[in-house]
């Protein structure tokens, strides 16, 4: 079993919304917290927002007041979304969902398959 799957990725025009989704299961849902990261073409991975075990989260600097990252625990799986508003084309990149997130440290062991998000008129 894939312990995260993400979806909800596509093509939207600029200014517009998307929300990704991320299933966790198995044990990495023990960790409580997860981040999402992202990856443009020629460009470093960068932290997208993460969520901690206490529902403390953080944001990257150039998604601030347009991202919100949100999380809920079902008996089965946990769901973490990211709903992104004002999208514009520096927002266009290849999304990834990781887990656990360590706030000021290194990514996670493990990761999604990723979700490609493209801003474009």
């Known amino acids: 079993q894939v312990p995260l799957v993400e979806s909800g990725g596509g093509l939207v025009q600029p200014g517009g919304s998307l929300r990704l989704s991320c299933r966790i299961s198995?044990?990495?849902?023990?960790?409580?917290?997860v981040a999402w990261y992202r990856q443009a073409p020629g460009k470093e991975r960068e932290l997208v927002a993460g969520?901690?075990?206490?529902?403390?989260?953080?944001?990257g600097d150039s998604v601030l007041g347009r991202f919100t990252i949100s999380r809920d625990i079902a008996e089965s799986a946990t769901t973490v979304e990211l709903q992104m508003n004002a999208l514009k084309s520096e927002d266009t990149a290849v999304y990834y969902c990781?887990?656990?997130?360590?706030?000021?440290?290194?990514?996670?062991?493990?990761w999604g398959q990723g979700t490609q998000v493209t801003v474009s008129s």
């Open positions: 990781n887990a656990p997130y360590r706030p000021r440290g290194p990514p996670g062991e493990y």
């Open positions: 198995g044990n990495v849902r023990r960790a409580g917290s």
């Open positions: 969520m901690s075990a206490t529902n403390t989260v953080v944001y």
